[in-house]
């Protein structure tokens, strides 16, 4: 491709362009192209066509007025009237009312042209569907149009090296190779080119790069296709547990095209990471059908995401994949057994890339890029979430934590980072509990406890009413069936975050005491309504079905209460013990991450002691933070970059080793906490005082054998 040329002390009158928001300058001759002095001053403006007009990524917008500091005076009239390129396009970016494309408009006078950020390569991107922040586009994926000239018996090169040198003559752009997969079809993509005067054909080469730094990147040919194609796509894909959650992006303006999620195919061999290594051991052959169960979701997925948007998956060039180790080891074809016993040795710890064919996925030039791990229980979701939620750019210290089955633990900031997991058990996803279920229509997700009566009200996933306000009933019955199709009607059971504050709202209502223990039945009156005991004991009644409907009552047992003390002493103690290595009291802020924190309620979070005393305002849900950083290192290999070399400064505590963790779990079995004040938590709610209370003989005798651990600890 021909550059714009440069003025000479021999040209008589030049022209001087400034671009705008770079306010790169330079003075060019009188008829020059905007996209050659674009490319002359090493402004950032995209083109995939290579000038042709067709894919409207080059498009500019002259500014009007007066620009003392460039000292220029002049507006549209600078620039050559519109052509017939121009008035015939009709790419997949309409031109805006004042835009015009920069490889057809000419420079005829003095001029300032803005440049905007969807017309930038490299240019910053905010996203709405994911929230990414502000980070610089900087894809590992690009793609040129040539002309690939018709072959003669006098040529000795090879088609590909012809698209090779054609790509460095047209575009000034030196690639490495080709890469194996493109070659099959090469032939057949240049032969369906759009034909030219010449008999040349028109193609598109998709460019894949690999490399931290921008300038020392190599380029290698990954995919030939007829014609111009103006969307290099890519994927992003969250491989958790239970469900698998993606987003298809353009890699070059960062739009998300579109976004879904599915049930990990594995969940019917084990509900959890440990029940599928115990399937892997317990049955020959185990492995190898895991991988092929989450290697067809992840295809199915992708074939999903590229319908939804109207898309070919030919056209993914870039995957990313994060998750915990186990779900990585398994989708990669690694024996995860391993990670399952102790010392919970990783394979490798380090970034993979194969490509898409190898992984069976239906992206034959992908990439798939799997992140980091930063050790044996926290993986490459944990370092994207870091990569999101950027704990090590600032000099607050943040606390990060995932909530699962395992929780990811990370605390720190600039000044360094640390991270654990702990075993919280699968209780805050609703499993081990008697009325326990996943977050779906008629889960209860929300409640509220009358201190006076122990009069509860509740509200469900899938209706905006509270049980206690007119119509709720009839909203439940109808809406949650339409919602869950096959699922029964009415409130079904209750969900991760209904069980965190139905305990702390029984809690500052006196119907737990700070040892976790349920009041007895305290004689006559409503109060004594809403305790039954079984003799040993007690369980809290938190929802009957109205008279005459069906449906379950929903209460909450002594053993619900233990599950979910053990669960949260596990995260809170596992909070502490990074706090003691990183000798602070508390951090200044907490992200609460996954689809799981995005519903706690912070308040009721530090009520039962989840995490530690912090000023409520500060508490804040960063959703899927993982799948955020993934789709941030699927735009950016300088993200990758930084999430690498972040990722290897992380010091890992082992939980599982380390002598203080059983002090610090058992002082945090308590409500809030045994020890722990919490100043900041009783300015926003009326904490009870710290009691304890005995409902039956059993309890006692089980009381009695704790009471010299938590005195020796």
């Avoid at 042209?113 to 905010?126: A, F, I, K, R």
Wanted: net charge negative; charged share 20%.
């Amino acid at each position: 491709m021909p550059t714009g040329s440069l003025t000479s002390a021999d040209d008589p009158e030049p022209v001087r362009v400034v671009f705008t928001p770079s306010g790169r300058a330079g003075a060019v001759k009188a008829g020059t192209t905007v996209l050659d002095a674009a490319r002359e001053f090493g402004v950032d403006l995209d083109s995939v066509c290579g000038g042709r007009g067709i894919c409207g990524r080059c498009q500019i917008v002259p500014s009007v007025g007066s620009f003392p500091k460039w000292a220029i005076t002049a507006g549209p009239e600078a620039l050559s009237s519109p052509g017939g390129t121009e008035a015939a396009y009709e790419g997949r970016r309409p031109l805006g009312p004042s835009a015009r494309l920069g490889c057809q408009a000419r420079v005829q006078a003095d001029v300032v042209l803005d440049v905007p950020p969807e017309s930038q390569l490299h240019g910053p991107v905010v996203r709405k569907t994911v929230d990414v922040g502000d980070i610089a586009l900087d894809p590992l994926a690009t793609l040129h149009a040539v002309t690939v000239p018709p072959p003669t018996l006098d040529e000795r090169r090879g088609l590909a090296q012809v698209v090779i040198d054609c790509v460095a003559d047209e575009w000034g752009v030196h690639l490495a190779g080709i890469l194996p997969g493109a070659l099959a079809g090469l032939h057949a993509s240049v032969a369906a080119g759009s034909p030219d005067d010449a008999g040349g054909r028109l193609v598109t080469v998709a460019v894949r790069w690999s490399g931290p730094e921008r300038s020392e990147r190599t380029g290698m040919v990954a995919a030939v296709w007829p014609g111009v194609a103006t969307a290099a796509l890519g994927v992003a894909v969250d491989i958790g547990s239970t469900t698998i959650a993606g987003h298809l992006v353009d890699l070059h303006s960062g739009d998300v095209l579109a976004s879904a999620g599915r049930m990990n195919s594995q969940i019917r061999l084990g509900e959890d990471l440990m029940s599928r290594v115990s399937y892997v051991m317990m049955n020959p052959g185990g492995a190898q059908e895991l991988t092929a169960l989450v290697r067809d979701s992840l295809a199915a997925l992708i074939t999903e995401l590229c319908a939804d948007a109207g898309a070919e998956p030919d056209a993914v060039l870039e995957v990313v994949l994060v998750g915990n180790p186990i779900m990585i080891h398994i989708a990669l074809g690694i024996d995860p057994t391993p990670l399952g016993q102790a010392p919970f040795t990783l394979a490798t710890d380090a970034a993979v890339e194969v490509d898409g064919p190898e992984m069976d996925l239906p992206c034959p030039s992908a990439r798939v890029y799997v992140a980091p791990a930063i050790a044996g229980h926290v993986g490459a979701d944990t370092a994207a979430a870091v990569l999101a939620g950027g704990p090590y750019r600032d000099q607050a210290i943040t606390l990060l934590v995932d909530v699962g089955t395992n929780a990811e633990i990370v605390l720190g900031n600039s000044d360094g980072l640390w991270a654990a997991s702990s075993p919280t058990g699968p209780a805050f996803e609703g499993a081990q509990i008697s009325c326990g279920q996943r977050a779906t229509p008629g889960a209860i997700e929300r409640v509220r406890i009358d201190p006076a009566t122990w009069a509860p009200r509740v509200r469900v996933i899938g209706c905006d009413l509270w049980s206690d306000e007119p119509g709720f009933a009839e909203a439940v019955e109808r809406r949650v069936a339409v919602g869950a199709r096959s699922a029964a009607a009415g409130v079904t059971g209750i969900c991760g975050s209904g069980i965190i504050e139905v305990v702390a709202e029984m809690y500052l209502a006196g119907v737990l005491s700070s040892d976790g223990v349920i009041a007895a039945p305290p004689g006559e009156g409503e109060r004594a309504s809403r305790v039954t005991s079984d003799g040993r004991t007690s369980s809290f009644v938190l929802y009957e079905p109205p008279e005459g409907a069906d449906g379950p009552t929903i209460t909450i047992s002594q053993n619900d209460v233990r599950a979910i003390q053990l669960a949260k002493a596990a995260l809170r103690a596992g909070i502490d013990l990074l706090c003691e290595h990183a000798a602070i009291e508390a951090p200044d802020r907490v992200l609460l991450a996954g689809a799981f924190g995005a519903h706690i309620d912070p308040v009721r979070a530090m009520v039962l002691g989840l995490i530690g005393d912090c000023d409520p305002d500060e508490v804040r849900s960063v959703g899927n933070a993982a799948g955020t950083g993934a789709v941030r290192a699927l735009l950016s290999g300088s993200q990758r970059a930084e999430m690498e070399r972040v990722v290897r400064s992380i010091r890992k505590i082992e939980t599982a080793t380390e002598p203080r963790f059983q002090e610090l779990f058992v002082a945090a079995m308590a409500l809030p906490h045994a020890t722990a004040p919490s100043p900041l938590l009783a300015t926003v709610v009326d904490l009870p005082r710290p009691s304890r209370r005995t409902s039956s003989p059993h309890h006692r005798s089980r009381r009695r054998r704790a009471v010299p651990m938590s005195e020796e600890a």
